[in-house]
């Protein structure tokens, strides 16, 4: 036996249901003090494996074990119990809502303390711990309902914490934040990853905030099976191509250092930005892509919603032009309006002041897509616009081939993954072939390879003359696919110009937004070295870099 | 924290529970009023506005309105109508019943509402396990549950906008049934993913293992418990003596006729 301190031998585990196993003879080591980063695409048991390292899965969630067996600390999972198991591994979820238990941050603290039967001097010694180490001060309010989306996962942690597990699963614990809260839980794991008190395992696709804490990789195919692992050098300067076909996310610094030649992996943006100044060829900028606006498709006018019941408008004054052949990102903080925005771009909601114009017709793609699904079938769901009077301008089985959904036609569209339902969604709106086409958090929850394929798309869309209105936290996004973006505050448009021109603001925090990792790199390499100018993303650096020779040293 | 907010939920509540059912044999429209009284007293002791009292009334007080009517005009009396509107005719007997139903409804909701107003949910849920023998796997996921009721009238929002924006329209009562219905399996299958998430987040911090479980929040039964049954159990006693020594107090006795 060597020192691992979590270890899978020829896991398969399928869930109740389910066809497919979602872990198949997986074999997988995780040393004791290691800080691993757990990779793979969508639906490739990530989760799986995160719920049976703290034994939920068998002993609360049922789920078909079919072979192998999984020992944590040395003790077979199946024989333990939960009680202990817990103890061991302790695990952060994706979302904040569905992990809060209680109303106040204490009692949520206490929740598991309680659990394990301890007496109550121990937890108030333990609740003061574990505020701490999560930055959770005398000031953060004490009911739950009050905070932000940030602050109530690391009300999540502390309570993890406050259980003192030997080691930690993050699964996926930024993904339902927006970009300052994102930053606000990244900053608090980091400090505790840091001090290696701790096993880590981490799920997430915005790896490059965690290229410094990260001891190992391990890739899951789509199949269940480990595909690689290797340390993060080699993964991600080295196997890059296997990453890609496998349709994982890659930290965009460690693309920007192959772009540039480099053998070494930044570890940060500030590594990133030595980089550039060594290599990048000066005077190299991303050739000015001419955009020019088509003809005007909506005009929001001073338009203002308030929501009944509300004692402050959600959006207010807005004014705005949508051109055809023009893709524009809405961006901003949660709450800052930029749903609503979207709602009455769409002439879903009706303005409680000013007015909205629409020569075209709209068609609206929600975040959660299952909220609108009407029929019983996907070809159905596909075929519905039609039953409402409108004109099906595409075949919808050529639209279901393109988005991969061919196979899945006679299926319930609620019994799809959350992929495949987003994926749907898209389909079923550009059935009628809208003039303009609004989708809210188009990549939210979406691996690599949808993400990309959604891009593609909506570039498609664009060059045949679609408006197009992404609302989104991903300035990745924003960089690489938009034209046009426009930020949001407390219900007011604070911006509106290109994305280079909204990364060079020094006030992106008032926005809720943070520089996403290239942009950043450059901005860090341009104030050292004024001869290096802004580039917003990775698309912007390949174009600049594709007419010039890299600088060799 | 006021002199109500500090007594135990479990204790409150089982008081609040004793004084409803013994209004609800009083059939009288004088004695009810005696208790609304008594409850709107209580609620300003617990540190309810008035405004917010008589917010609260109003709709109780339609309600009432509604019972006082129904009850005049259509009450199974032997009496000759005392008066006439319209084709109705009113008895004095069925009016009196029906002020005496609206009066207690508008007593007994007060009372819930001065409980409520004076209760935080954490400590009821902890109390009522601790005293009442309620199960803690049922008292933290109702505890859980509380949490979301806010989130469904939004859900319930963005559900009828998003089935808007598809096309789907409700025409005649039998498409608004059909439209219902979906909106309704809809925000079903997503409280039930998040209702599966928050078991398994729940499971995950040891729930289904706990067995020794203990408690956080203390849930004390003090003297000063005992003395508000004792003064509750006095107010009771004290306002149905006053009333029966008035001769307004009259007591169901079983038959279903004013």
């Given at each position: 036996?060597?020192?691992?301190?979590a270890r899978a031998e020829s896991l398969t585990i399928r869930h109740v249901g389910r066809k497919r196993p979602a872990l198949r003879?997986?074999?997988?080591?995780?040393?004791?003090?290691?800080?691993?980063?757990?990779?793979?695409?969508?639906?490739?048991?990530?989760?799986?494996?995160?719920?049976?390292?703290?034994?939920?899965?068998?002993?609360?969630?049922?789920?078909?074990?079919?072979?192998?067996?999984?020992?944590?600390?040395?003790?077979?999972?199946?024989?333990?119990?939960?009680?202990?198991?817990?103890?061991?591994?302790?695990?952060?979820?994706?979302?904040?809502?569905?992990?809060?238990?209680?109303?106040?941050?204490?009692?949520?603290?206490?929740?598991?303390?309680?659990?394990?039967?301890?007496?109550?001097?121990?937890?108030?010694?333990?609740?003061?711990?574990?505020?701490?180490?999560?930055?959770?001060?005398?000031?953060?309010?004490?009911?739950?309902?009050?905070?932000?989306?940030?602050?109530?996962?690391?009300?999540?942690?502390?309570?993890?914490?406050?259980?003192?597990?030997?080691?930690?699963?993050?699964?996926?614990?930024?993904?339902?934040?927006?970009?300052?809260?994102?930053?606000?839980?990244?900053?608090?794991?980091?400090?505790?990853?840091?001090?290696?008190?701790?096993?880590?395992?981490?799920?997430?696709?915005?790896?490059?905030?965690?290229?410094?804490?990260?001891?190992?990789?391990?890739?899951?195919?789509?199949?269940?099976?480990?595909?690689?692992?290797?340390?993060?050098?080699?993964?991600?300067?080295?196997?890059?191509?296997?990453l890609d076909r496998l349709g994982v996310w890659q930290p965009e610094l460690a693309e920007l250092a192959r772009l540039l030649g480099?053998?070494?992996?930044?570890?940060?943006?500030?590594?990133?930005?030595?980089?550039?100044?060594?290599?990048?060829?000066?005077?190299?900028?991303?050739?000015?892509?001419?955009?020019?606006?088509?003809?005007?498709?909506?005009?929001?006018?001073?338009?203002?919603?308030?929501?009944?019941?509300?004692?402050?408008?959600?959006?207010?004054?807005?004014?705005?032009?949508?051109?055809?052949?023009?893709?524009?990102?809405?961006?901003?903080?949660?709450?800052?309006?930029?749903?609503?925005?979207?709602?009455?771009?769409?002439?879903?909601?009706?303005?409680?002041?000013?007015?909205?114009?629409?020569?075209?017709?709209?068609?609206?793609?929600?975040?959660?897509?299952?909220?609108?699904?009407?029929?019983?079938?996907?070809?159905?769901?596909?075929?519905?616009?039609?039953?409402?009077?409108?004109?099906?301008?595409?075949?919808?089985?050529?639209?279901?081939?393109?988005?991969?959904?061919?196979?899945?036609?006679?299926?319930?569209?609620?019994?799809?993954?959350?992929?495949?339902?987003?994926?749907?969604?898209?389909?079923?709106?550009?059935?009628?072939?809208?003039?303009?086409?609004?989708?809210?958090?188009?990549?939210?929850?979406?691996?690599?390879?949808?993400?990309?394929?959604?891009?593609?798309?909506?570039?498609?869309?664009?060059?045949?003359?679609?408006?197009?209105?992404?609302?989104?936290?991903?300035?990745?996004?924003?960089?690489?696919?938009?034209?046009?973006?426009?930020?949001?505050?407390?219900?007011?448009?604070?911006?509106?110009?290109?994305?280079?021109?909204?990364?060079?603001?020094?006030?992106?925090?008032?926005?809720?937004?943070?520089?996403?990792?290239?942009?950043?790199?450059?901005?860090?390499?341009?104030?050292?070295?004024?001869?290096?100018?802004?580039?917003?993303?990775?698309?912007?650096?390949?174009?600049?870099?594709?007419?010039?020779?890299?600088?060799?040293? | 924290?006021?002199?109500?907010?500090?007594?135990?939920?479990?204790?409150?509540?089982?008081?609040?529970?004793?004084?409803?059912?013994?209004?609800?044999?009083?059939?009288?429209?004088?004695?009810?009023?005696?208790?609304?009284?008594?409850?709107?007293?209580?609620?300003?002791?617990?540190?309810?506005?008035?405004?917010?009292?008589?917010?609260?009334?109003?709709?109780?007080?339609?309600?009432?309105?509604?019972?006082?009517?129904?009850?005049?005009?259509?009450?199974?009396?032997?009496?000759?109508?005392?008066?006439?509107?319209?084709?109705?005719?009113?008895?004095?007997?069925?009016?009196?019943?029906?002020?005496?139903?609206?009066?207690?409804?508008?007593?007994?909701?007060?009372?819930?509402?001065?409980?409520?107003?004076?209760?935080?949910?954490?400590?009821?849920?902890?109390?009522?396990?601790?005293?009442?023998?309620?199960?803690?796997?049922?008292?933290?996921?109702?505890?859980?549950?509380?949490?979301?009721?806010?989130?469904?009238?939004?859900?319930?929002?963005?559900?009828?906008?998003?089935?808007?924006?598809?096309?789907?329209?409700?025409?005649?009562?039998?498409?608004?049934?059909?439209?219902?219905?979906?909106?309704?399996?809809?925000?079903?299958?997503?409280?039930?993913?998040?209702?599966?998430?928050?078991?398994?987040?729940?499971?995950?911090?040891?729930?289904?293992?706990?067995?020794?479980?203990?408690?956080?929040?203390?849930?004390?039964?003090?003297?000063?418990?005992?003395?508000?049954?004792?003064?509750?159990?006095?107010?009771?006693?004290?306002?149905?003596?006053?009333?029966?020594?008035?001769?307004?107090?009259?007591?169901?006795?079983?038959?279903?006729?004013?």
């Open positions: 036996m060597t020192s691992a301190f003879d997986l074999d997988f080591a995780w040393e004791e003090g290691e800080r691993l980063l757990l990779l793979g695409p969508s639906g490739a048991g990530k989760s799986t494996l995160a719920l049976c390292l703290d034994g939920v899965i068998p002993h609360a969630l049922d789920a078909h074990w079919e072979s192998g067996r999984l020992t944590v600390n040395g003790r077979d999972t199946r024989s333990a119990s939960l009680a202990e198991l817990t103890q061991e591994v302790g695990v952060l979820f994706q979302d904040p809502e569905t992990q809060l238990v209680m109303l106040e941050t204490d009692d949520e603290i206490a929740f598991g303390l309680e659990n394990l039967g301890l007496p109550r001097d121990e937890m108030a010694e333990r609740i003061v711990e574990a505020r701490a180490s999560t930055g959770l001060g005398p000031a953060t309010p004490r009911r739950l309902d009050a905070l932000s989306g940030g602050t109530k996962q690391r009300v999540a942690l502390a309570s993890l914490l406050a259980m003192r597990p030997r080691a930690l699963v993050l699964d996926e614990p930024t993904a339902n934040l927006d970009p300052i809260g994102a930053r606000e839980v990244i900053t608090a794991v980091a400090a505790l990853a840091i001090r290696r008190e701790r096993s880590f395992l981490v799920v997430e696709h915005r790896l490059d905030p965690l290229l410094r804490f990260i001891d190992r990789v391990a890739v899951l195919g789509d199949d269940g099976r480990l595909a690689l692992a290797g340390d993060p050098e080699t993964v991600f300067m080295r196997r890059a191509d296997e480099a053998e070494e992996m930044p570890g940060d943006v500030d590594e990133a930005a030595d980089l550039l100044i060594d290599r990048w060829p000066r005077g190299a900028s991303a050739p000015r892509e001419a955009h020019v606006p088509g003809r005007i498709t909506v005009a929001a006018r001073g338009v203002a919603h308030r929501y009944r019941g509300d004692d402050r408008d959600a959006v207010t004054g807005a004014s705005l032009e949508l051109h055809e052949a023009e893709i524009s990102a809405i961006v901003g903080a949660n709450g800052a309006g930029k749903s609503t925005l979207g709602l009455l771009l769409a002439g879903v909601l009706r303005p409680s002041r000013g007015m909205v114009d629409a020569t075209a017709d709209v068609a609206y793609v929600f975040q959660y897509p299952e909220r609108g699904f009407l029929a019983a079938t996907v070809r159905g769901e596909m075929r519905y616009a039609a039953t409402t009077g409108r004109q099906i301008a595409r075949d919808p089985d050529v639209l279901l081939e393109r988005f991969g959904l061919a196979r899945l036609a006679e299926a319930n569209p609620h019994s799809l993954s959350h992929g495949e339902k987003r994926r749907l969604s898209v389909a079923s709106a550009l059935v009628t072939s809208p003039a303009v086409l609004i989708l809210d958090e188009p990549t939210f929850g979406q691996d690599l390879r949808n993400t990309r394929e959604l891009m593609t798309i909506l570039r498609e869309e664009r060059d045949r003359g679609t408006t197009v209105v992404l609302i989104t936290h991903d300035l990745s996004l924003v960089a690489e696919l938009a034209d046009r973006a426009v930020a949001m505050s407390e219900g007011r448009i604070g911006f509106d110009g290109t994305p280079a021109e909204l990364f060079a603001r020094a006030d992106l925090a008032r926005f809720g937004l943070a520089l996403p990792p290239v942009a950043d790199a450059f901005a860090r390499a341009g104030a050292r070295d004024s001869s290096i100018s802004p580039v917003t993303g990775l698309g912007a650096a390949r174009e600049a870099l594709a007419s010039r020779e890299l600088v060799r040293l | 924290m006021n002199v109500l907010a500090r007594r135990d939920p479990a204790v409150k509540l089982a008081v609040t529970l004793a004084i409803s059912l013994v209004l609800l044999f009083v059939i009288d429209p004088v004695t009810p009023l005696l208790f609304l009284a008594v409850a709107i007293a209580a609620a300003v002791a617990g540190g309810a506005r008035l405004s917010t009292i008589v917010r609260a009334l109003v709709p109780l007080s339609v309600l009432g309105i509604g019972f006082v009517w129904s009850n005049a005009v259509f009450a199974a009396t032997h009496e000759p109508p005392t008066w006439t509107i319209g084709p109705f005719h009113a008895t004095e007997a069925g009016l009196r019943f029906g002020l005496a139903i609206a009066l207690r409804g508008l007593a007994i909701g007060m009372l819930s509402l001065a409980f409520v107003w004076t209760t935080d949910p954490t400590d009821l849920v902890v109390s009522l396990i601790r005293h009442a023998h309620l199960p803690f796997r049922i008292g933290y996921p109702l505890l859980a549950g509380y949490r979301f009721l806010p989130f469904f009238a939004d859900e319930y929002a963005q559900v009828r906008i998003a089935r808007r924006v598809r096309g789907s329209v409700a025409r005649g009562p039998f498409g608004r049934i059909r439209e219902a219905t979906g909106e309704l399996v809809t925000l079903l299958s997503d409280a039930t993913r998040r209702a599966t998430r928050i078991a398994i987040a729940m499971d995950a911090r040891a729930f289904a293992g706990a067995r020794e479980r203990t408690y956080w929040r203390e849930a004390p039964l003090t003297l000063g418990d005992l003395v508000f049954v004792i003064v509750a159990i006095g107010f009771v006693a004290g306002l149905l003596a006053f009333s029966g020594a008035m001769g307004w107090l009259r007591l169901w006795d079983g038959h279903f006729s004013a």
